[in-house]
């Protein structure tokens, strides 16, 4: 567990919530450590928390009956945990499992929606945010159908290094491939291709990026299109 401090407003989209709405909000978030691979929402259960990702990543799935399950999106500290909290659903449709350990903050599904039900400034950021979150959910679709394993794990790289503090993720192979519903062999092939060609260094589940201008070049489209939505929505 991180012994930096860390202040709620570190998350952006807390950043972005006028003063006199913040006042109201910010008494109500507690920061929370959220540990790798802990499982923080099960699909179709009632959740008592919304959260504020500091300098961690949750990752959303979608699980199968047969138990296999596929990524369908990633929260860091752009935005939050637990849409469907205060748009009116009550319980989540998706598994939320911690892809990188760090800090959040979280506040009782309650409090956010007494806020959102305000029709103020926060309603409208939290609405734009849901916006740019279907869009990356449904890019996402798109690349995991018609995108190569090689291009589906330089988007995914490219997408969880904006959400963190550094250029190194702390990753296994195995969930990494659990993440992207592929084979494990795939992303070993993937990822030996990316460490010989000089753009990451992997070692004992560390990966860090050092080439990040190549990683971008040999991304697909996907993770621009997703880029510049969260940047229209939330600049």
Known sequence: MSSTPVHPRQNHLLAAIPEVEWKRFAPYLAP????????????????????FPTDSIVSLLYVMEDGASAEIAIVGNEGLVGISLFMGGGTTPN????????????????HVRDEFVLAGPVQQLFLRYTQALLTQMGQTAVCNRHHTVDQQLCR???????RLPSDELVMTQELIANMLGVRRE??????????????????RGRIRVIDRPRLEGMACECYEVVRKEFVRLLP
Request: charged share 15%; proline share 2%.
């Open 156 to 162: 995914w790289l490219l997408m969880s290094l904006d």
């Open 95 to 110: 598994r939320a499992v911690v892809q990188s350990g760090g800090q959040a903050f979280r506040m009782r599904a309650q």
């Open 32 to 51: 929370v450590h959220l540990g790798l691979g802990n499982v923080i929402y099960e699909s179709g259960t009632d959740q008592p928390f919304v959260y």
């Open 186 to 203: 795939g992303v070993t092939e993937a990822a030996g291709k990316l460490q010989r060609a000089g753009v990451i260094r992997y070692n």
